[in-house]
């Protein structure tokens, strides 16, 4: 399933403004945004992992060994911010956010998507989701960690960066169809209601760049 959130995290970027822009990959794994990057991008990925950074590396990712909370980047230094299934893993949000929007510059763009804290989402994704075959591992996924769509609207908004937030989901014929393997992909469509999985897209307001205190101090470009 990561792979097919992947791909629609990847529609939400836009185009390159120049050539080497910065796109900034939080949690990049072992860089499977590497393929999906829209082209004219410098692709950096961070992560805490060493062995999922030398495997995005291998993939031609820029990679940087850091925290969510901790980003080693000049404030305003990045075009375009992807934070793809990582806020529901931070142990504390507000920090996370808050370095999302800082490193981000004025009239860039934050991409996100995570899951919702709410009942439902703890049914599906603990209690199904890591009990199904190709699923994720069981114990992956900490519900008190999940987001609340509108906390993490009002945390972006205070820095900067209105958010448009919209619910997910896996199609359900194309699940179904997977689950009997006839299919290798599914797609991932909007929601009415972010219940489970929920994408988020925000503008950075071009007024002057945000220093949000010790964390701007001693980055790397």
């Not at 980047?73 to 075009?79: A, D, K």
């Amino acid at each position: 399933m990561l792979h097919w959130i992947a791909v629609a995290r990847a529609a939400l970027i836009p185009p390159a403004a120049r050539p080497g822009a910065v796109l900034l990959d939080v949690g990049c794994g072992g860089g499977l945004m590497a393929p999906l990057v829209p082209p004219g991008y410098r692709h950096i990925g961070v992560d805490v992992t060493r062995s999922a950074l030398d495997i995005a590396r291998s993939r031609g990712v820029t990679v940087l060994q850091a925290e969510a909370g901790a980003l080693p980047l000049r404030t305003g230094s990045v075009e375009v911010v992807v934070a793809g299934e990582i806020l529901e893993h931070v142990p504390r949000l507000e920090p996370a956010v808050e370095e999302l929007c800082r490193v981000l510059a004025p009239g860039g763009t934050l991409v996100i998507d995570t899951i919702t804290t709410s009942w439902l989402s703890r049914l599906i994704v603990v209690e199904l989701a890591e009990r199904v075959p190709g699923g994720p591992p069981r114990g992956l996924h900490d519900p008190a960690l999940f987001v609340d769509p509108a906390e993490l609207g009002r945390q972006c908004a205070r820095l900067g960066v209105p958010l448009r937030i919209r619910g997910v989901r896996p199609s359900f014929p194309e699940y179904v169809a997977w689950l009997a393997g006839r299919r290798q992909d599914v797609t991932i469509i909007p929601s009415r209601l972010p219940a489970i999985l929920f994408q988020a897209t925000g503008t950075k307001d071009s007024g002057e760049r945000m220093d949000l205190g010790p964390r701007s101090q001693g980055q790397t470009a």
